[in-house]
T-cell receptor, first 115, second 117 residues
Framework: KQEVTQIPAALSVPEGENLVLNCSFTDSAIYNLQWFRQDPGKGLTSLLLIQSSQREQTSGRLNASLDKSSGRSTLYIAASQPGDSATYLCASCEDRGSTLGRLYFGRGTQLTVWP | GAGVSQSPSNKVTEKGKDVELRCDPISGHTALYWYRQSLGQGLEFLIYFQGNSAPDKSGLPSDRFSAERTGGSVSTLTIQRTQQEDSAVYLC???????????????FGDGTRLSIL
């Protein structure tokens, strides 16, 4: 069974810092790796999706990289802002038979950016 | 609608009662997923539908849990004889088709917060 781990569990930084959130997974047979954001009391908002054949994806101040062979993904947030405060979740997408499309989630990194 | 809609947003019920949770996926999305988010377990997969069929029910925690989907659209998750450990946020997600899962993210609703007294 796929296991996804996120480090750190929590992070508190002043506005303007560049951040790195880490995600590791045990089974490299994935369709893609997805990063989500979750605000309190809300569902998940998709941030970036990296296909298994890709190395990275970028959206605005966010950049996510994927190294399948080592089972790692990194989310880089540039010039952090208070509005970035949320829980960030990574998830690997299963590519095997009847479990195709199933997401395995990490426990998340709770980010606080203070002014 | 524009996004995945779940109802009710909150549900409080007594232990032993049955509950039904509803999910309206994005129009045209054929794949639908249910997840559960609890403090002790994080986010865990429950079941997914491709059209009206459920190829993977392996995540359902017990036979008290069941789900159905009709007309390739609305899905209902039913929990019978609820227990306190069923308290969690139940999230629904949809995506266009399984053939596009390599490059299409799942779109999530805001969830139903279930509290069992």
């Amino acid at each position: 069974k796929q296991e996804v781990t996120q480090i750190p569990a929590a992070l508190s930084v002043p506005e303007g810092e560049n951040l790195v959130l880490n995600c590791s997974f045990t089974d490299s047979a994935i369709y893609n790796l997805q990063w989500f954001r979750q605000d309190p009391g809300k569902g998940l908002t998709s941030l970036l999706l990296i296909q298994s054949s890709q190395r990275e994806q970028t959206s605005g101040r966010l950049n996510a990289s994927l190294d399948k062979s080592s089972g790692r993904s990194t989310l880089y947030i540039a010039a952090s802002q208070p509005g970035d405060s949320a829980t960030y979740l990574c998830a690997s997408c299963e590519d095997r038979g009847s479990t195709l499309g199933r997401l395995y989630f990490g426990r998340g990194t709770q980010l606080t950016v203070w002014p | 609608g524009a996004g995945v809609s779940q109802s009710p947003s909150n549900k409080v019920t007594e232990k032993g009662k049955d509950v039904e949770l509803r999910c309206d996926p994005i129009s045209g999305h054929t794949a639908l997923y249910w997840y559960r988010q609890s403090l002790g377990q994080g986010l865990e997969f429950l079941i997914y539908f491709q059209g009206n069929s459920a190829p993977d029910k392996s995540g359902l925690p017990s036979d008290r849990f069941s789900a159905e989907r009709t007309g390739g659209s609305v899905s209902t998750l039913t929990i019978q004889r609820t227990q306190q450990e069923d308290s969690a946020v139940y999230l629904c997600a949809s995506s266009p088709t399984l053939s596009t899962i390599s490059n299409q993210p799942q779109h999530f609703g805001d969830g139903t917060r279930l509290s069992i007294l």
